[in-house]
């Protein structure tokens, strides 16, 4: 009994490190290494005709995120990206997650008011997650799920690309020379066609498979900067209808070398 009780305790403890492990911000896979602390934070928030029913009968928020310590800027460039991401735009500003939630219960609430008799309900599940960081660059992506009325929800996802050591957000002309915007495009444009298996006299936009403004390929905004390349993200209904949800385009280093300043901070990712 005694060796038993024992094993249990064992269990016990093994159990509570790994809880904690998904806690604490300051270990990840191999090939990189946490240079700033932080710690993930939850909340969820539910509409007040929720009651004592689950989650899944009613409107609820549910947010996570990172919070790093003593990193005001990084944190703020996190929940505005986050906001950005997610917010409803209801006449209203968010400043916070807090507020996010509030105004996000908010038009759920315009919605009952203009049809009560609907049994629709709302949710926003979305979280903010470290991919990687090493001595120069953390990157976070920020993704979730949303549906605000209408006839389906909508999947989203962005990125902020962090230099640790400015500490400031990451801009494509800190990495590339100047004028560098029509060659990277170009570049990107042979990526794409042969991803999408498109002759270079196709279309980009028919009216049905994609619809790239003026028939012209463009770059998103959105951007996630890995050790192979730089990798663009068309979240749902960007460039494609909303079957053909999110397109990702990855444009190697060694595609575009001559485009890179020699000293930026993906200088370590070119071979």
Known sequence: MKYIKNIGLLLIAGSFAACNAGVQGNKQSAGTKDTLAYTYKAFKQRDADCGNGPDSTCTIVKISYPDFDGKKTLNDSVTQSFIKLFATNAGKTDTGYNQLADNFIGTYKAFKKEQPKSTLIFLLDGHAKVLKQDSDI??????????????????????????????????????????????????????????????????????????????????????????????????????????????ELLVPYAAIKILLLPNSVVKNYIK
């Open 138 to 247: 953390l990157t976070v992506e920020i993704s979730g799920y949303s549906y605000n009325g209408g006839p389906h929800g909508i999947e989203l996802t962005s990125y902020v690309n962090w230099d640790a050591k400015a500490n400031k957000s990451i801009a494509l002309r800190d990495l590339f020379v100047a004028g560098y915007q029509d060659k990277l495009n170009q570049a990107a444009e042979q990526i794409f066609r042969k991803n999408e298996a498109l002759k270079d006299t196709a279309t980009l936009n028919n009216g049905r498979t994609y619809f790239f403004k003026d028939k012209k390929f463009s770059l998103p905004a959105n951007y996630l900067i890995t050790s192979e390349g730089i990798q663009f993200l068309y979240n749902v209904y960007t460039i494609k209808p909303y079957a053909a949800g999110k397109t």
